[in-house]
C-alpha cells in the first residue's frame, strides 16, 4: 500500500500560478510514475500530467502544455504540478496518482490515488 498526502490547491485568479504537491509513503520502492488527475463535478477524471521515476520523461494533457510543469523529487518521494496562466476551466479536485510506469497512469489510472486537492480560477 502507499499513502498519498496531496497539499498546494486554493483560489487564484485567472492568470495566476499555484503549485500543488503530492507526497507518497509506505511502500514506495515500486514507484515507476507519479501523476496527476482533474475531476469535476458530474465527469470523470481527467489526465493532467504524469513523470516518470528514474528517466527523464514526462507526458502532459494538450489542455495544459506549455503552462503546468509535472517535477519530482525522488529523495522525498513527492511530485510537484506548476500551474501556471490559470484558466477558469483548470478548475477542478485534483488527486494524485502513484503507478508502476507513466504508461499505466495515463492510459488506464492504474494505480494509487490521493483524496484530492481543490483547485478554484476565478475569472
Known amino acids: 500500500q502507499v499513502q498519498l498526502v496531496e497539499s498546494g490547491g486554493g483560489w487564484v485568479q485567472a492568470g495566476g500560478s499555484l503549485r500543488l504537491s503530492c507526497a507518497a509513503s509506505?511502500?514506495?520502492?515500486?514507484?515507476?510514475?507519479m501523476g496527476w488527475f482533474r475531476q469535476t463535478p458530474g465527469t470523470e477524471r481527467e489526465f493532467v500530467a504524469a513523470?516518470?521515476?528514474?528517466?527523464?520523461?514526462?507526458v502532459y494533457a494538450d489542455s495544459v502544455k506549455g503552462r503546468f510543469t509535472i517535477s519530482r523529487d525522488n529523495a522525498k518521494n513527492t511530485v510537484f504540478l506548476q500551474m501556471n496562466s490559470l484558466k477558469p476551466e483548470d478548475t477542478a479536485v485534483y488527486h494524485c496518482?502513484?503507478?508502476?510506469?507513466?504508461?499505466?497512469?495515463?492510459?488506464?489510472?492504474?494505480?494509487?490515488w490521493g483524496q484530492g486537492t481543490q483547485v478554484t480560477v476565478s475569472s
Open positions: 509506505g511502500q514506495t520502492s515500486n514507484i515507476g510514475g
Open positions: 513523470v516518470d521515476w528514474s528517466a527523464d520523461s514526462a
Open positions: 496518482i502513484v503507478g508502476r510506469s507513466i504508461q499505466n497512469i495515463q492510459a488506464l489510472g492504474l494505480g494509487f
